[in-house]
């Protein structure tokens, strides 16, 4: 790809950036705080530069920078990158509150900068051919999705489950809707760690007539990831979770009535292409100059608007 990528964060994520940046041949440096970390990828080659700190690695003049740490620290490292005058990359969510989020806003309109939000489903092929049906009439006017995102995470210090999971869910709600909700609701619990939600029901309705509700919770014992879209003529079911993951097409047989016994069902097929390999390339288009059409601040800071208000309600 041509390009020389510097990720901030070696954690989890951060390495599946770092190895997905190996494989498009756009890996340039490396920062983190622990040497260990940074010795586990000497093996990726000599070029590769690997750095204490954010302000060391400004004098290799890398092309990007993708920032993959705590959340926490997201507000003050992109700042710092911002005034540097590099593109980059800010996992979700971009920062845990709207006014730091306007306040980068501020600073990439004053510095002329690019930003791109790691909202990484709306990369997936899979959501990409759901909005083809969508836009296809397919399925009729939306009118109900729903997605439920359950694991047995760990439960963060800094965040909540809904700050930690529900950004995914936000950011395609926002996608296929093309709209902001005017009424937000949300309940929880709190049975881990005081004060820190672990388990959060959020229901959103739109201008447009459509509602809908974000389950999210780290305490299950199970997996799920699914994304239900109910139309006027049809439905859509996709499963992230199971192995194959099948996304699913629901239409009632023509002049029959919408009940269980005159439903047809098929599997759509979609591209296997990597979620991450796509952002990662969209983001090396960003960086050579490509318009940014989607995931950009007004994205993010819409995402933001939206987990603020739930948490505002929260019970």
């Not at 845990?96 to 092929?125: D, R």
Request: aromatic share 10%; with cysteine; net charge neutral.
């Amino acid at each position: 790809m041509g390009k020389r990528i510097c990720v901030v964060g070696a954690g989890k994520w951060g390495t599946n950036h770092i190895k997905s940046l190996h494989k498009l041949n756009a890996l340039g440096g490396i920062v983190d705080l622990d040497k260990n970390k940074l010795d586990q990828f000497k093996a990726f080659g000599n070029n590769l530069v690997f750095c204490k700190s954010l302000d060391e690695s400004f004098a290799n003049n890398f092309d990007g920078y993708i920032v993959a740490t705590p959340t926490s620290t997201h507000f003050t490292i992109a700042k710092q990158i911002i005034m540097n005058g590099k593109p980059l990359l800010v996992e979700k969510p971009l920062t845990l509150s709207l006014k730091e989020g306007k306040e980068i806003e501020k600073l990439l309109l004053s510095e002329n900068g690019k930003l791109i939000v790691g909202h990484l489903l709306l990369f997936h092929p899979a959501i990409q051919k759901i909005d083809e049906i969508i836009k296809d009439d397919q399925i009729g006017n939306i009118q109900y999705i729903y997605s439920n995102r359950l694991n047995q995470g760990v439960v963060r210090k800094d965040e909540n489950v809904f700050w930690s999971f529900a950004p995914h869910d936000i950011a395609i709600f926002q996608f296929l809707t093309n709209s902001f909700p005017d009424r937000i609701n949300s309940i929880g619990g709190a049975f881990i760690r005081e004060e820190i939600h672990d388990t959060t029901m959020t229901y959103l309705k739109y201008p447009n007539g459509i509602q809908g509700h974000i389950y999210v919770s780290w305490l299950h014992p199970f997996k799920e990831h699914r994304l239900v879209i109910i139309g006027t003529k049809g439905s859509i079911h996709f499963e992230d979770s199971l192995a194959n993951k099948p996304l699913l097409l629901y239409k009632k047989n023509m002049n029959t009535s919408f009940d269980k016994d005159n439903i047809i069902c098929d599997r759509v097929e979609y591209s296997e292409s990597e979620p991450l390999m796509n952002q990662l390339s969209y983001f090396i288009d960003i960086i050579n100059g490509k318009k940014i059409n989607r995931v950009g601040i007004k994205d993010a800071l819409e995402v933001l608007e939206i987990l603020e208000k739930a948490s505002q309600n929260l019970l």
